[in-house]
């Protein structure tokens, strides 16, 4: 899974000045491998985390993981067409409470 799917929140911007990663693709790629792996997959493994044992965990993990960068891309583009800078975007951008309440989501 690279670093598409792991049990934190990836920075979208990094710190060390690498090219802004595309959120919308993150979400595309993780719909693609919800298909490919639903039923097949026992365990999958990637950088900064854990392995994820059993099939209804993985897809769960790529749900969610899925759903956290297209709402994160989507409310910013929103949020951009309303004038926000990044930072005011920062600062007042929350996640609903079906992101939010997953351990792996926090800030």
Known sequence: MAENATHT????LTLR???V???HAWAGYLTESIGL???AADVAFA????PTWGNDAIVALLTRQRDLYGYLHDQTVRLI???MTGT???ETFRLPPRLEGVWANRG
């Open 9 to 12: 929140m990836h920075n979208i």
């Open 17 to 19: 000045g690498a090219q």
């Open 37 to 39: 792996y639903e039923g």
């Open 88 to 90: 005011e975007i920062a």
């Open 21 to 23: 990663r595309d959120a």
């Open 81 to 83: 067409n309303r004038g």
């Open 47 to 50: 950088s900064h985390h854990w």
